[in-house]
């Protein structure tokens, strides 16, 4: 196993590097305070072919391999984790799940311009009753002749206010238990969808969150993803995937985080030096290096084993477990490395904190993420 990057992912890596800069870094502060998606972001990347990086080119992506796409969402994530998110969430969940288990014809009319940039996407599995439990769920599609008649409520669903074609799971047979739920393809205007009003969240403000109900909204039989019943199949390769995608995303957060404390210690000083001199506040930034660099390795080994055709779902459990947990401890001590210029409204490294707090919730939570590996360690036997 190789870790060294390609030539290609060390390009992309200074792309996305270069493209934070100018773009991101300029507007972060003031997307989150005002909890604005920036769609001129999403726009120009698009244009510039970063929305759908691990997509085939024949699909209208980059046609580049799921590591790539992990080092793009970490440096976008450095300067703004809410982008980050969107454009892990919408090419490595949404844009792959179609690409994974739709037909021929669902490609070219949803995956295409997911791909290029001009649609966004969401995924609608949580409702108020069914986080964790994907059985709680109780959103039902009646089949009545060719088409689906689906009712219920979904909720904390990402682009939920703005999104174009949303991926739905619903109960098609309870009946038949796992083999019971489906997920249908919804485009954005179908009378019956209705998206409610952005959540205001403690952070990552800048990603639109809301409820969406739908109120006997008629899909075509055709629209159906993976066939009916193989809803559940779609979801959780979606969520092994996206647990890669937040173990990145994450990983932008703490190096953000790290970077942040440096500059910090090294322009602070108190008692007629610079506060990277005093041992409490090394120490801090020695752990934060080394939880970074193990944050990383982590990530990008479940990037690989699924680049390579390998089982990785216990590994990106593993990833997403460390990383986030790690992004949240660091930079609750980066807060204290900046002292009462760390809790000021508008301080990065503010930001990073309220940010971090939901990679340990959503995708899983750290619990579901232990009971995973849990699992996994307890079957195989050490």
């Not at 773009?23 to 998606?37: K, Q, T």
């Not at 009319?109 to 791909?115: E, G, H, N, S």
């Not at 109900?213 to 993803?225: K, T, V």
Request: glycine share 12%; net charge neutral.
């Amino acid at each position: 196993m190789d870790f060294q990057w390609t030539e290609e992912q060390d390009l992309i890596r200074r792309n996305m590097r270069e493209f934070a800069d100018r773009y991101v870094e300029p507007i972060a502060a003031e997307i989150d305070e005002n909890s604005r998606h920036p769609a001129e972001v999403f726009r120009k990347l698009g244009e510039d072919g970063w929305m759908g990086i691990p997509i085939p080119r024949e699909y209208g992506g980059a046609g580049a391999d799921f590591q790539t796409h992990a080092v793009a969402v970490e440096e976008i994530s450095r300067s703004c984790s809410s982008t980050g998110f969107t454009l892990s969430f919408h090419a490595g969940i949404i844009g792959l799940a179609i690409l994974l288990s739709g037909t021929e014809e669902q490609k070219r009319k949803y995956l295409v311009p997911l791909a290029e940039g001009r649609h966004l996407g969401a995924f609608l599995l949580t409702e108020p009753g069914a986080g964790t439990d994907v059985m709680a769920v109780r959103t039902e599609a009646v089949r009545e002749g060719s088409d689906y008649v689906i009712n219920g409520t979904k909720t904390f669903v990402s682009n939920g206010p703005i999104a174009d074609t949303y991926i739905v799971f619903c109960w098609t047979d309870r009946s038949a238990g796992r083999r019971g739920m489906s997920a249908f393809l919804v485009p954005r205007g179908t009378p019956g969808l209705e998206p409610g009003q952005p959540f205001h969240k403690m952070g990552l403000r800048a990603s639109q969150t809301s409820e969406v109900h739908f109120r006997n909204c008629c899909i075509p039989a055709e629209n159906i993803l993976g066939g009916e019943g193989g809803g559940l199949g779609v979801a959780m390769k979606g969520f092994e995937r996206g647990r890669v995608g937040i173990a990145a995303q994450a990983v932008g957060i703490l190096q953000a985080a790290l970077d942040e404390s440096v500059r910090h210690a090294r322009e602070r000083v108190q008692f007629g030096s610079p506060i990277a001199r005093q041992q409490a506040i090394a120490w801090m930034i020695a752990d934060m290096a080394t939880d970074l660099s193990a944050a990383r390795y982590l990530a990008g080994h479940a990037a690989w084993l699924l680049d390579n055709g390998q089982p990785f779902g216990t590994e990106a459990s593993m990833a997403k477990l460390f990383a986030t947990e790690a992004a949240m401890r660091h930079t609750v001590k980066a807060v204290q490395v900046h002292g009462g210029y760390g809790y000021v409204k508008g301080a990065k490294v503010e930001r990073l904190m309220r940010d971090a707090k939901i990679a340990e919730i959503y995708e899983g939570t750290s619990e579901a993420q232990r009971m995973v590996i849990s699992g996994s360690v307890m079957r195989r036997g050490g």
